[in-house]
């Protein structure tokens, strides 16, 4: 006989379904709200001296003898004296030192004349790989560095909207997201949909389950020959916006449809995310060869696909693992330099933070033991550094 007690049932299963929808959404408004108190939107903290040094690469005795001059701004002080800079006044500072410091343009790493928007997908055929959890953090730690971001979701989900602060499935129910801008019928302009967040540079086009129309919408359209095809949709819609921005940060499904292809077909490079298991590498070859299988078909109908660079990122890396750190070796031994090197580390900072729908750069440095922090700060700043660096070679810039 079965014992399992069943939950009562009233009304049909869709019904119980949506009760249950809205029974959660109403309880996540409310977390939400008491998350950012007395806001109804996300903020972001001020930055110590410290990291201000480190984003600037400016030397903390040049930042104090800098903030006797009367062109450097003045900032909030905490109860010990210590200065503390929001993200507008660091970008303050970059601009001044690039007009009155030595070798000017290292404060200004974001294009040039000539330079073309760098859009970059981050990719992968299985969910839980960190694609959400790497865009955020790239995006936030280049809008901090001096870039101008935009941050895209390409995700139905739209983890990496909620990651803002909003409510897709209620701000976003209709309208007001990237699908507005690739839909076949009346698309409207990305600059219309594209929103300011709480972090200075940093911008979002934001996602919603509206995007799920766009899979079955280009199915259509491919049979009825509508212009322009997915190919060219989200290039078009970026070339309205493109001169806002040096980078574009894509979060992609974790499926190879038509709406991660029109997003790898916009792209000027990609990162790919792997967790160093075997289930996760097997998933991931499998995407690499539904990939290139799809990419030869595109090619053969659009021309050839031209990526400045093509990584991977080895991410929820723990290293006393001895199986993570075998398949993290067995990865570089196949896929050599194209493997980052350094990792993503899993740590309990992020997932705390995600809690609240923050990253560590949001975090109160308070909120969290130093050790930890700074552990995962190093690999977070560690991987954005080294990606940067293929960035800037995609402007044709020489680095170290």
């Known amino acids: 006989m079965n014992s399992t007690v069943k939950p009562p049932v009233s009304g049909s299963i869709a019904e119980t379904i949506a009760a249950n929808a809205t029974r959660l959404s109403n309880a996540l408004n409310e977390h939400m709200r008491n998350s950012f108190q007395p806001e109804s939107r996300k903020t972001l903290r001020k930055f110590q001296a410290s990291e201000v040094s480190e984003l600037t690469g400016i030397s903390m005795s040049n930042l104090r003898t800098r903030h006797q001059e009367p062109d450097f701004p003045e900032v909030e002080t905490d109860t010990r004296g210590r200065r503390l800079y929001s993200a507008e006044e660091i970008d303050q500072i970059r601009h001044i030192m690039a007009r009155t410091g030595r070798n000017g343009d290292a404060y200004l790493p974001g294009r040039r004349e000539g330079d073309a928007l760098q859009v970059i997908s ?3 055929f299985k969910g839980g790989s960190s694609k959400t959890t790497s865009a955020i953090h790239l995006a936030q730690r280049y809008a901090l560095r001096g870039y101008r971001v935009l941050a895209l979701d390409m995700d139905p989900q739209a983890s990496l909207t909620t990651m803002f602060g909003y409510r897709p499935e209620i701000e976003f129910a209709e309208h007001g ?14 600059s219309q949909i594209v929103r300011k967040t709480y972090f200075h540079n940093l911008d979002l086009a934001p996602a919603g389950l509206m995007l799920s129309e766009y899979e079955t919408e280009t199915a259509y ?28 940060i894509i979060d992609c499904p974790p499926q190879l449809g038509f709406t991660t292809m029109t997003a790898l077909l916009a792209s000027t490079g990609l990162l790919i995310t792997v967790v160093p298991s075997m289930l996760d ?18 090619e053969e109908a659009t021309g050839p ?18 199986p ?26 992020i997932s ?10 949001e975090l109160e440095p308070s909120q969290v033991v130093r050790k930890t922090l700074d552990r995962i700060m190093e690999s977070v700043n560690g991987v954005a ?16």
Do not use: C
């Open 122 to 124: 981050i990719v992968n």
């Open 177 to 190: 997201t990237v699908y507005d801008a690739l839909k076949y019928e009346d698309p409207v302009p990305m």
């Open 221 to 248: 359209a491919l049979q009825h020959k509508i212009d322009p095809p997915f190919t060219q949709r989200l290039a078009i819609a970026l070339d309205e916006v493109e001169a806002n921005y040096d980078l574009v």
């Open 281 to 298: 590498v097997a998933s991931m070859a499998q995407f690499l060869e539904m990939a290139g299988e799809t990419v030869r078909t595109l």
């Open 305 to 322: 696909i031209d990526w400045n660079f093509l990584k991977f990122l080895i991410a929820r890396y723990e290293p006393t693992d001895v």
């Open 324 to 349: 993570q750190s075998q398949m993290a070796g067995f990865l570089r031994s196949i896929l050599l330099d194209q493997v980052l090197t350094t990792p993503m580390l899993k740590s309990t900072a």
């Open 352 to 361: 705390d933070a995600g809690m609240t729908q923050q990253s560590i750069y």
């Open 385 to 400: 550094d080294e990606f940067e660096k293929s960035i800037q070679q995609g402007w044709g810039r020489e680095t170290d």
